[in-house]
């Protein structure tokens, strides 16, 4: 077995299942979008024309003028589409990074210093896992929502502790280890072990919780945005494009259909990419 | 002595919630100014309704103020309804646990069974695809689903009313949204539970003995398998309260998660703390009893804990 394995050219991610290359290409096609379709000539995603407003999809009786139909205002589904992508992956970008900025930070100094540091950041853990975030995020949007910083940094706020519970986890094994053994014996200061050669060695698992948390942080955006708390007009997310929508479910259910259509493929294909890299490095 | 620091743990998890959320809604500026108008309310007017609703002082003298008044029972007054806190939260808590608790029925019916035939299938066609239904539920939002059963059944089918409270039929959509989100989550626990079970040596020996496979699932997978279920259903019927303040938004539910928006809009910062304070301490207290049965149910746990 072993040779037949070894004539093979070793492949990075063996046997990638299709279901994960179809979710990257989604992907690829989403980030594409959103940078391309800005600099095309002549679009405008707020353009209000009243003579083409409630224009259905193509295939439903509409044209290729407007391929995804039209609002009630008569601005282009997709182009509005494309808008609300960019927020919406933009902002669960910058709130994952927040996230795994503090989790880890915290995560590791709890594990570094221990004693009441390390009580303290676990109590905070601890608080912020037993209360469902949703809750308290929709109680402080109300009052920091319509400032885009501030409620990317609410966002920023989901998570966290999973980031930190991990690092904590893993920098107290490392600790242990003869690498970081010898490297605080030979003198080298903590900052430079902890950045140089213990983060490295833990981001793999990192970044897989980073996947988990992506789909989770659109959730949490969208349903804010949905209940008309997060992204405020005339910026249009996901979920507040959904939002509009849902008051035209007779008249022109395209409105709603097509973000709750993006929303859900867009975690659909993070949890299935999440799910393979987790599969990966567990083999590993 | 173990349950000692627990529940200090609990109740300081529960004190910084309720201190973080007061900081922050007063940090953000002057309560009274976000609700009236300053240019046509007099400044007698405004210094009385912040007497009234404990805005007066500093941000830590209100919050002293605050403190010794829920420890003597008085949760502040709300703005909207001008009635305590409390009673207004309380008022609304039936419908949320009707919701809830149908939801969390439906989630059992259909979690226990589908996850128990994933796991017996262990690999096979079944089970992945039932997985597979498992991450498009969980990637789901619950408004996505709720928008979309209510397409169906309310605007095309014109079978269910789309939203209100009253009736059963009022009752289908909301506990559908909710309860079928969370079975594809606890499909994945009922089975990874079920497969753990199957594994252990008590199996084998029974299957040895030449019992038979329905007897070896009745009398030692299912007891094995419920004791991990312990822990995570509590957690999950907890987080339905959450999900509720969306879906009680989509259908017009009259419940708590509903009220939780509106007092958001109408900057209702009395029922939010108390809404907040509830949640938590439920949360809290469920992690607690949880812990403490599993060591009952587990008489593994107690022992290792007495050594």
Known sequence: MSVVASEKPARRFPGMPLAAQISILWLVVCLSLIIIVPFLPGVSETKVNLLTRLKPPVGFGGTWAHFLGTDDLGRDIFLRLVASLRTSLALALGATIISAFIGTTLGILAAHFRGWVDQLIVAAVDAQASVPFIIVSLTLTAFFGNNIFLFIFILGMFGWERFARLSRAMTLASRGRGYVLAMNTLGFPWPRIYLRHVLPNIASTLLVTATINFPEVILLETSLSFLGLGIQPPMSSLGNMLGFGRSYLLTGWWIAVVPGITIFLCTLTVSIIGDWARNVIGRA | ?307
Not at chain 2, 35 to 57: C, K, S
Not at chain 2, 175 to 184: M, Q, S, W, Y
């Open chain 2, 1 to 307: 002595m173990l349950l000692l620091t627990r529940l200090l743990r609990a109740v300081v998890s529960l004190w910084v919630i309720v201190t973080l959320v007061f900081v922050a809604l007063r940090a953000t500026g002057d309560p009274i100014l976000a609700i009236f108008n300053p240019d046509d309310t007099t400044q007698a007017a405004l210094d009385a309704y912040r007497e009234q609703w404990g805005y007066t002082g500093t941000i830590l003298q209100q919050y002293f103020t605050y403190v010794n008044n829920v420890f003597h029972g008085a949760f502040g007054i709300s703005n909207m309804s001008n009635r305590d806190a409390l009673s207004v939260v309380l008022e609304r808590l039936p419908a949320t646990l009707q919701l809830v608790g149908c939801s969390a029925v439906v989630m059992i019916v259909v979690g226990v069974p589908v996850g128990a035939l994933a796991a017996i299938d262990n690999g096979g066609r079944l089970d992945r695809t039932i997985m597979s239904l498992s991450t498009v539920g969980f990637a789901l939002p619950n408004f996505v689903l709720g928008l979309a059963l209510i397409l169906l059944l309310s605007v095309n089918l014109r079978l269910l009313p789309s939203n209100g409270y009253g009736s059963w039929q009022n009752l289908i959509m909301p506990v559908l949204t909710i309860g079928l989100a969370k079975a594809a989550i606890f499909t994945r626990f009922v089975r990874s539970a079920v497969l753990d079970a199957l594994r252990l040596s008590c199996v084998t020996s029974a299957r040895a003995r030449g019992l038979g496979e329905f007897q070896i699932f009745l009398h030692h997978v299912i007891p094995n398998a419920m004791l991990p279920l312990v822990t995570i259903t509590p957690l999950l019927v907890g987080s339905m309260i959450a999900a509720g303040s969306v879906v009680e938004s989509v259908f017009g539910w009259p419940g708590v998660g509903r009220l939780i928006v509106d007092s958001v809009a109408q900057r209702d910062l009395a029922v939010l703390q108390v809404i907040i304070m509830m949640v938590a301490f439920l949360m809290i207290a469920t992690n607690l009893i949880v812990d403490l049965a599993y060591a009952k149910l587990d008489p593994r746990t107690a022992l290792a804990h007495n050594n």
